[in-house]
Antibody
Framework: QVQLQESGPGLVKPSQTLSLTCNVS??????????WSWIRQLPGKGLKWIGY???????YYNPSLKSRLTISVDTSRNQFSLKLSSVTAADTAVYYC????????????WGQGTLVTVSS | DIQMTQSPSSVSASVGDRVTITCRAS??????LAWYQQKPGKAPKLLIY???SLQSGVPSRFSGSGSGTDFSLTISSLQPEDFATYYC?????????FGQGTTVEIK
């Protein structure tokens, strides 16, 4: 059973960089066939797709965040990461990592989510 | 970006009721649509992929249909554990986009 777990600071100051890591267990990122994703949910709001990465390092980013966004993968540690620079209060959200499976390109496994608050 | 519009935004229903939620895409997405269920404080859970395929482990009272621009999720007989918010997501093109959500509330 694949499991994903987000980790990282819960509080980030404005203008700084938000950094999160998603640790994957129960399966290897390097096995191929899956894309490793980030999604966020503003407080009380809907879901927004941030982007995803293949184990080879190939990425797909949401254009609305692309200028501030870096998603990377570390196959040796079986984890992938998100960095979002120059954050503002508008980036306060619950951040989820998830796996894009091979069924209809849908997100079939999700982490529990981590709340990141941007505040001084 | 492809806009996904769900209706209604919320629905009140009783246990045993049949509930249908619709999702409309701003342009054709073939059958590249997924449905998720989210309960408060929890991550979304995949219910349906490719518009009508039931994810493993999901009860058969959930079903999906549609193609092109119009899709629906039906719960044939609402159970207490089904009170939640439901989201559609298009997986046809980038960026992936979600509907705004439909909350199924207890009547």
């Amino acid at each position: 059973q694949v499991q994903l777990q987000e980790s990282g600071p819960g509080l980030v100051k404005p203008s700084q960089t938000l950094s999160l890591t998603c640790n994957v267990s129960g399966g290897s990122i390097s096995s191929g066939g899956y894309y490793w994703s980030w999604i966020r949910q503003l407080p009380g709001k809907g879901l927004k797709w941030i982007g995803y990465i293949y184990y080879t390092g190939s990425t797909y980013y949401n254009p609305s965040l692309k200028s501030r966004l870096t998603i990377s993968v570390d196959t040796s540690r079986n984890q992938f990461s998100l960095k979002l620079s120059s954050v503002t209060a508008a980036d306060t959200a619950v951040y989820y990592c998830a796996r894009r499976g091979d069924g209809g390109r849908a997100l079939d496994y999700w982490g529990q989510g981590t709340l990141v608050t941007v505040s001084s | 970006d492809i806009q996904m519009t769900q209706s209604p935004s919320s629905v009140s229903a009783s246990v045993g009721d049949r509930v249908t939620i619709t999702c409309r895409a701003s342009q054709g997405i073939s059958s590249w649509l997924a449905w998720y269920q989210q309960k408060p404080g929890k991550a979304p859970k995949l219910l349906i992929y490719a518009a009508s395929s039931l994810q493993s482990g999901v009860p058969s009272r959930f079903s999906g249909s549609g193609s092109g621009t119009d899709f629906s999720l039906t719960i044939s007989s609402l159970q207490p554990e089904d009170f939640a918010t439901y989201y559609c997501q298009q997986t046809n093109s980038f960026p992936r986009t979600f509907g705004q959500g439909t909350t199924v509330e207890i009547k």
